[in-house]
């Protein structure tokens, strides 16, 4: 049995796991490049034809900065930033997290029983077509202006990107996969948690990617109508008393909260699915 | 079924051991899939015993049935009729005791688990506790070759030692009765030859029944007692042949043997005429 | 820029229910029984769910003036059809759509197949896509609202803002991607380096850009409608929503107004679907062999 030995590719773990973070380190250091490179484009265009509605990158920073950070009493932020930030980023969150487990719950249900997907076909391809956010009025109606109407809508409007990519996954899954865990008598939830969820996790992660977007687009949607608070509440407020350097810095934040958010959500990812990305090189 | 002008049947043997009760009996199981004009009858009346210890290989043209036969026994499928009981207990659902090998390492192992974790994948509280199922595992990967290989991944491994995971994977679940599905079909010749000795070893050092399932006829010949044919679809069993070959066996001189060359031929041209064989003098 | 993190995979279908059928279709050889007793599972399905809608209404659990009759919602919503404000505003969605998904065609794609060409290029858009990409298009409405008001104009801007990147992307992956074997068997008859764009490199990524374009047709009808729903005095689908809503007491129209939205999306989506099959079909099948 000594033969055997010669047949492994060894790969030291260590360097997996030191190349994945290597692999989004050198990533971003490579995007900040070009990010430097773009706001000198932009200030150099802004700077040669001033527009009121075009600040410089230059004017937006500093202004932001005053804006957000420069507290009189100490203390990281101002108020008014943190004040609305976290409330954007409650809904954002409690919607994301909502949406996504009742989106992983009935994809997975869908995908494993083939009745369930024929029945709720029909009613999730049109669903799913509505534009999401043409059903926030029908959200307002049934559930009036509060923070609860906000949190439904976003966890509706990005369930379906969930559901769509579980069911799928699911779906797809190899026979040979599933006829193994029940050949060795697995319970019913240890095939469910050991095999079906695992194996569904690289398409599960692929909705999971566009719900999160989707959840601080579907938010900001809702912060634009009937509320007093939140990024989107501010841009529509700033953009009524015709402050621009206000809107361009919560603009400007709102990017930073999405980078942030997404690549919070892409380290989460390398790290589950370390497996994927390697048995697939 | 006829045992005829084969040398060393063994009716004498199996009629006078009624006496021992067979690990596995099939008895008259057909299997039609869909209804109506479509109907596709894989299986017709097919009977036959596994007894304690036995090694049987069962072999037949592609498309025999063969994979609708083990996923039967393998209680995946209930058949149309007939029934299949092993230790004189109906088998109702999947079996205990009963481990299977997959012709496909490359699904059967699960990509995200380490060789470890994936021959632990099956086994729980009632193998043992955590000590003794950890002595379990380290001495099933060992009696594979593949002792100090714990924490790699199925797909840092070459063909031929996934397979030897999922052997190890079936070993460490102590069955009474092994199915294996075509399990060195994917494999290289030299890898091929290498893991069937490795079974006939591992036969003998785990006294545990073997239902090997292989289109290759000078496989099915070399590692059995006794070789089951199959008539190509709708299957019936041909012919049940006593292999009566010395132990150990080897490679090469075994296959050199008058008898297994007899064998062999007589397989064969069983095969080539799909069941009807003109009387073999 | 919802949607735009599809992977670009030439072929694949956003529709992820078809390929789970294909799989579970196997057990089963009767193709035909399956396919009627889908279409009854899936009526029975349609059915089921606007019966639950109609008791839940009619039984008072959910009061009609928020949760009309489905039968209600389902007549109002082809009297619409007879309001010449309705009829206006869904060509209005309609136009901004179209015309903002084929503007964005036209930017992304001549762009998409020159930085796809030069792999230094290729890399420095796939970073600024993944840097914009987070970013919500619908954060931009307030000031473009400002600087172009609340026209057509206004909706074509953040349309295209949106609608640009998977298209841009997906062209961009498909011109780098092409096989470099066919690229120099061009060559080695001595097609010059426009000919193998235009006749070897273009073909190939087409898929992909037809990829791009179906993505990219979702993210534009869901920005134009969420464009006329928050600007003001906009016209469109969406602003026949808002507006009917604000009025409060033609909560059928609201339904209507969004099962009507719906379709629209249904149609688009169906007609991408089916040109992408249509053209593109062979993508498919080489790419899932």
Not at chain 3, 197 to 203: G, M
Request: aromatic share 8%.
């Amino acid at each position: 049995m000594s033969t055997t030995v010669k047949e492994v590719h060894v790969k030291a773990k260590t360097g997996q796991i030191s190349g994945t973070a290597g692999r989004v380190g050198s990533r971003l250091a490579y995007s900040s490049g070009l990010l430097v490179v773009l706001l000198l484009l932009w200030q150099l265009a802004t700077a040669l034809n001033p527009s009121p509605f075009f600040p410089t990158p230059l004017k937006i920073g500093t202004h932001a900065w005053t804006m957000f950070f420069s507290t009189a009493g100490g203390g990281l932020a101002t108020e008014a930033m943190t004040v609305h930030t976290f409330q954007t980023l409650g809904r954002v969150l409690l919607g994301f997290v909502l949406g996504s487990v009742t989106g992983v719950l009935v994809g997975t249900a869908i995908g494993l029983y083939r009745i369930l997907r024929d029945v709720a076909d029909p009613v999730v391809e049109f669903l799913r077509s509505i534009p999401a956010t043409a059903t926030l009025p029908l959200f307002i109606v049934l559930l009036g202006g509060e923070d609860s109407m906000r949190v439904a809508f976003i966890a509706y409007g990005i369930s379906w990107f969930v559901l769509i990519n579980t069911a799928n996954g699911v779906g797809s899954i190899h026979p040979t996969q599933l006829a193994m865990g029940k050949a060795f008598r697995l319970s019913k939830r240890r095939q469910l948690t050991g095999i079906i969820l695992p194996a569904a996790l690289p398409k599960i992660f692929a909705g999971l990617r566009l719900a999160l977007t989707g959840a601080l687009m579907f938010a900001i949607v809702s912060e634009f109508m009937l509320s007093t608070n939140g990024i989107g509440f501010q841009l529509i407020q700033s953009q009524a008393r015709f402050q621009i350097l206000d809107m361009w810095s919560w603009m400007l934040l709102l990017a930073v909260l999405g980078l942030l958010l997404n690549t919070m959500l892409e380290i989460t990812e390398n790290r589950l699915l370390a497996w994927h990305r390697l048995a697939r090189s | 079924m006829n045992t005829n002008a084969v040398p060393g049947t063994r009716e004498t043997l199996t009629a006078g051991s009624t006496a021992v009760t067979p690990l596995l009996k099939v008895d008259k199981v057909t299997h039609t899939y869909g209804s109506g004009p479509a109907a596709h009858t894989a299986l017709k009346e097919l009977s036959f015993e596994v007894y304690p210890q036995e090694f049987v290989s069962i072999v037949g043209p592609s498309g025999a049935g063969k994979t609708t036969l083990l996923r039967t026994l393998s209680g995946l499928l209930t058949p149309t009729s007939g029934s299949v009981s092993i230790a004189g207990k109906a088998v109702i659902g999947v079996p205990d005791g009963m481990a299977m090998v997959f012709q496909d390492y490359s699904r059967s192992l699960l990509p995200w688990l380490t060789i470890e974790k994936n021959v632990a994948f099956p086994l729980t509280k009632d193998s043992g506790t955590a000590a003794e199922r950890k002595a379990l595992i380290e001495e099933s990967l060992e009696a594979v070759g593949l002792q100090g290989f714990n924490n790699r991944y199925p797909w840092q491994l070459s063909g031929g030692m996934q397979q030897r995971v999922a052997i190890a994977r079936a070993l460490a679940y102590r069955p009474r009765l092994l199915l294996m599905d075509e399990p060195f079909a994917s494999l290289d010749a030299q890898t091929r030859a290498e893991l069937e000795d490795l079974v006939l070893t591992l036969r003998h050092r785990y006294a545990v029944t073997v239902l090997f399932v292989t289109h290759d006829i000078d496989e099915s010949v070399y590692l059995a007692d006794r070789v089951l044919v199959l008539s190509k679809a709708p299957a019936r069993l041909v012919e049940n042949i006593e292999v009566t070959l010395p132990e150990p066996r080897d490679q090469i001189s075994t296959k050199e043997t008058e008898t297994f060359v007899q064998i062999r031929g007589h397989v064969a041209r069983l095969i080539r005429s799909g069941g009807d064989l003109p009387q073999a003098s | 820029m919802i949607m735009s993190t599809e992977r670009p995979q030439a072929g694949t279908r956003g529709n992820g229910s078809r390929g789970t059928r294909k799989a579970a279709g196997r057990s089963n050889p009767s193709g035909g029984t399956r396919k009627r007793n889908r279409i009854l599972a899936g009526t029975a399905g349609v059915i089921g769910l606007g019966l639950v809608i109609e008791v839940v209404s009619r039984a008072g659990l959910v009061h009609p003036d928020f949760l009309p009759p489905f039968s209600t919602v389902l007549r109002e919503s082809v009297l619409i059809w007879g309001r010449e404000d309705f009829r206006s505003d869904v060509l209005s969605t309609l136009s901004s759509y179209l015309l903002g998904l084929g503007l964005s065609a036209l930017i992304a794609v001549p762009l998409g197949v020159l930085f796809g060409l030069s792999d230094k290029a290729y890399r420095a858009c796939r970073a600024v896509v993944e840097l914009i990409r987070p970013i919500p298009p619908v954060a931009l409405i307030p000031l473009v609202v400002l600087v172009f008001g609340n026209g057509l104009q206004m909706k074509l801007v953040i349309v295209i803002f949106a609608a640009v990147w998977p298209i841009l992307f997906n062209t961009m992956y498909g011109v780098h991607d092409v096989d470099k074997q066919g690229k120099e068997m061009a060559r080695s008859f001595g097609v010059g380096p426009a000919g193998v764009t235009r006749r070897v490199v273009l073909p190939g990524a087409a898929p992909f850009i037809a990829t791009g374009i179906r993505v990219s047709s979702s993210i534009a009808l869901i920005v134009v409608i969420t464009v006329e729903l928050i600007a003001g005095g906009a016209e469109g689908v969406g602003a026949f929503i808002a507006r009917s809503r604000a009025s409060g007491t033609e909560v059928e129209l609201v339904y209507a107004g969004t099962l009507m939205a719906g379709l629209l999306g249904l149609v688009m989506n169906m007609i991408m679907n089916a040109a992408e099959r249509r053209w593109f079909a062979w993508q498919t099948t080489t790419k899932g062999a």
